[in-house]
């Protein structure tokens, strides 16, 4: 059975504040957010909501792959026919905030709000469950105009895992929304998390980080944690000053995390977590 994806339901949810916004699904492409960064380089600049049964060059933070396809579930269960383990899809829309810092944290927050009050923020783009990744998120912006206003053509690529994944060869153990939600596929959870994903793009827009920072910091894994910094650095982590930076108290005294290059871990699992 053929995957049923709610596309006119999502436009008219969609077009409800973007009048020309776009939504395709397609079989397969090679990396949704580089189909976006193509069009968005040859001055296609329409809002697009672009989804994609397929992923052969899936990409994640720092250069990470990220795949998806449609081959079932990895726990050695039968797959359902026509279900993905997982939802691949990525929003383009010109955007000029203020400030682009936090975006990447406002992002998760519309994303895990969304699906369930369990999920949790690990800075500063993944969503966890129980110290493991369910999803994860990588923006990338292109220049959109020449009008002086300061815009750029943001696209926001997420991917979820839907059913259990294989864990060989992750850094972070995987989770999957089933544990939640196990009665949704793909097309409704993808129903369920775009319309709130654009409303979260304009509020940040108009407000900034400033209009998300108190849900991350209700959601915020790393909060209170001894971490490990990919640069070397070791300390305790302090949640996330008003644009987004992560805090992290060091031997040295406080120390400011915002570059993209960083990679964060937790040096050991909460107290109590399983």
Do not use: Y
């Amino acid at each position: 059975m053929a995957l049923h994806w709610p596309v006119p339901e999502l436009q008219k949810a969609l077009r409800a504040s973007l009048p020309d916004c776009a939504v395709e699904v397609l079989a397969s492409v090679d990396s949704t957010n580089t189909e976006l960064m193509r069009r968005a380089r040859a001055a296609s600049l329409v809002p697009t909501l672009l989804v994609a049964e397929q992923q052969t060059a899936g990409r994640g933070r720092l250069g990470r792959n990220w795949h998806s396809h449609a081959d079932g579930p990895a726990d050695g269960r039968s797959p359902t026919p026509g279900a993905l383990p997982s939802l691949t899809f990525s929003f383009g829309m010109p955007l000029a905030p203020v400030d682009w810092s936090g975006l990447s944290l406002a992002v998760g927050v519309s994303v895990a709000r969304a699906l369930h009050p369990a999920l949790g923020l690990k800075w500063p783009n993944d969503l966890w469950l129980q110290d493991r990744k369910l999803a994860g998120i990588l923006i990338e912006t292109a220049a959109a105009s020449t009008g002086g206003d300061g815009s750029r053509f943001v696209v926001v690529g997420v991917g979820i895992n839907i059913a259990p994944r294989d864990p060989a060869g992750l850094s972070t153990a995987p989770a999957c929304l089933q544990e939640l939600l196990p009665e949704l596929d793909a097309p409704a959870v993808l129903a369920r998390v775009a319309p709130p994903l654009v409303q979260a793009l304009s509020l940040f827009e108009a407000q900034g980080f400033a209009a998300f920072h108190a849900e991350f910091d209700r959601r915020d894994v790393l909060r209170d944690r001894v971490v490990q910094l990919s640069d070397g650095v070791a300390g305790t982590a302090a949640g996330v000053d008003g644009r987004g930076a992560l805090l992290v108290h060091t031997s040295a005294g406080m120390k400011l995390v915002n570059s993209a290059e960083v990679s964060v871990r937790p040096v050991a699992a909460r107290h109590g977590d399983h």
